[in-house]
């Protein structure tokens, strides 16, 4: 049972690997696999679009100021509150995007990540004290016969 699980959880590991590798975020397919199975989510990412090849990038305007992404249209930067003078305009910039988009909760990633840990942690502690209770079940067994098979 224990090499099953182990096995399991090594397997979601190199999906989350392969995941990461092919532009798709890793921890949420190693989540998927762990809950799934590693076996059905490897299937589902091979046949996923590689955003890895992708390079997408972002044509737009930016504030002067902080250098962030504002709408052309807009006349005050949203993250910095800077307003535009009058004849002034907005940088325009090309840069990289990333695969994913914006970055992710990563403190909503920790909490799923505990989940899953503590589940394992639980698991594994129910099969070792369960296999040691069957075990002395057994043992247990095996002596009371022995004592039946005895002469008196």
Known sequence: MIEFLFLWLLLAIAIGIWAKNRGRDGAAWFLLSILVSPLIAGIFLAVSKNLATEHA????????ECAEPVQAAAKVCKHCGHRLADGETWKTVER?????????NSK???TAFNIVGVFFLI????SVLTRNSTDEAEVNTERAELLDAMPQ
Request: hydrophobic fraction near 45%; include cysteine; glycine fraction near 8%.
């Open 96 to 104: 990289p995007m990333s695969a994913l988009g914006k970055a992710k």
């Open 57 to 64: 990038t972002f044509t737009g305007a930016s504030c002067p």
């Open 123 to 126: 698991v594994i502690a129910l």
């Open 108 to 110: 909503a990633y920790r």
